[in-house]
């Protein structure tokens, strides 16, 4: 009779089919997914705090321009300028919505 070169799951003891992870098994793997985890929200930290915010100079910068336009269009469909200083401007634009 040959001996068989690959051991079936039949032919093991019973203590060996049955086999779990013990303690300390379990212990170390949830230590490593921990440092694992907790790397993860450090990177995650890092990206949402590089990101931009809307009281940036840029998004100020973005507003003043966005107002400065608004206000040249309604200038240039002004009708005429009824007050003019260094810092106020009075202007009648017509009527837009009929009423």
Excluded at 47 to 71: E, F, I, W, Y
Aim: net charge negative.
């Amino acid at each position: 009779m040959r001996t068989p070169l690959i051991r079936r799951p039949s032919d093991a003891p019973a203590q060996m089919l049955f086999r779990g992870m013990s303690f300390i098994e379990v212990m170390i793997s949830v230590l490593i997914s921990s440092i694992i985890v907790a790397g993860l929200q450090g990177t995650i930290f890092l990206a949402l705090n590089s990101m931009p915010d809307s009281t940036g100079v840029a998004s100020t910068a973005l507003r003043v321009s966005q107002t400065a336009d608004r206000l040249a269009a309604e200038l240039q469909t002004a009708v005429f300028i009824t007050e003019r200083s260094a810092t106020v401007i009075g202007f009648v634009v017509p009527d837009r919505d009929g009423d």
